[in-house]
């Protein structure tokens, strides 16, 4: 399945959508609470979506369950990754192995093959998107947590991501299996924070409601788009589009967090921008 110029563009769109909502969660005073907000937003906009998407095929329930579970697994490792690295060097190296992941496991349980020169494209794209996490020094430093624990967020994304991208194949809809997903993934993170948070959460949340409304609002159309733009083209060059929100969420930090925007973040941006074109210029 080729990538089709509008849904480069849209999967694009959605790059910005998903670095904008991680800014959210990361300007947050607790990222959990924060996050826990952006998925029952999301959960909320999935369930006023369904009297008008209606009900997946069965075929789909199984991947809607398995990625819930894959999804929460994610929100697990995204956590603990923030915890005990550093967000310059944890967030590109989760990201930037991702799309290899996919696109390995795509072919293995989708038999999608990428053909030689869009793999040089994930390649390309993949490394200038790693590249950031070497920009303060090496990732993991005396401590190898950091990397392990971003190694197993980028496994997760991989999993859920062919997950999904098999699903929503099955699902005759595409906005069904969307919203229904949306709905069930709001879940878990809430409890969590509800039981973790006991007794903080009401000021918690008067605190971080205007973030969270609005990460959740920004995620649900960033993964929707994704969602849908896997069940017409292949998963792998998805997902390494997908990425290119580590250059967007740079940018963002240097625009509007006054973070710097140096010559590595610069090369990194045109490794990956290079990686894109020929990725889409394969077919």
Partial sequence: MP??????ALVLMAALLHACWNACVKVGGDRLVTLAIVN????????????FVGIPEPGCWPYLAAS???????YFFLVQ???VGDLSHVYPLARGLSPLLV???AAL???EFLAPLAWVGVCVASLGIISLAFERGLPWRNDPRPVLFATATAICIAAYSVVDGLGVRLAGNAFAYIAWLYLIDGIPVAVFAQITRRGQVRALLKAEFLKGVTGGTLQMMAYGTVIWAMSVSAMGAVSTLR?????FAAMIGALVLGERFGGRRIAAAVLVAAGVIVLNSAR
């Fill in 40 to 51: 029952g937003v999301a959960g909320l906009i999935g369930a006023v979506a369904l009297p």
């Fill in 243 to 247: 990425e290119t929100s580590v250059i």
């Fill in 68 to 74: 819930a579970v894959l999804h929460t697994a994610y």
């Fill in 103 to 105: 696109a390995g496991s």
């Fill in 81 to 83: 990754q923030y915890r």
């Fill in 109 to 111: 349980f989708a038999g």
């Fill in 3 to 8: 990538l089709q110029i509008e849904v480069v």
